[in-house]
């Protein structure tokens, strides 16, 4: 949810795929897969996630001072409906903005196609629930659905 990481991971990662595989990626090599890249937090399902910059991150963005209200996260009184909402939305906005947007855009300018998906299994449980925010190729986790996303990833079907 930070600006900078997923530019690290994809230097650690895919900049060294790129120097081991050289001109066969983005050709023999068309395409990455992220499987439920999420932003859901570790341990208790009663947990929220947390960065340092999310508190000023939104402020900006929604408008009032989020540590006043974060009781409501977890307490069912007040104005809690909204404050969830904003709360999961800044979320889902930072997850996009520094986890999807700068991975496609890396695919992107190394001719690789974006696969995979972002879903999360305990859905209905507030964690983000979404799909295929910047993905060249969407997919799921059913496990036919998975092959078939394969296979058209890497073979294109014709008309």
Known sequence: MQPGVTEAFLYFTHETY???CGDEF???IPGTFQDEAHIGPPGDSDAVNFTPALLAEFSRRRG???K???PLLFEEQGDFHRVRHDFYLTLLE???DNWAKPYYQYCTEHGLQL???YWEHDWPRPRLAFRFPASS???TSSR???IVSLITAFFPLSN
Request: charged letters at 15%; aromatic letters at 8%; proline letters at 4%.
């Open 18 to 20: 790129r120097q081991i």
């Open 26 to 28: 983005g050709q023999t």
């Open 64 to 66: 009032y001072d989020l």
């Open 68 to 70: 006043v209200h974060l």
């Open 94 to 96: 930072l997850f996009i």
């Open 115 to 117: 696969t995979g998906h």
């Open 137 to 139: 190729r969407p997919s």
């Open 144 to 146: 036919e659905m998975n």
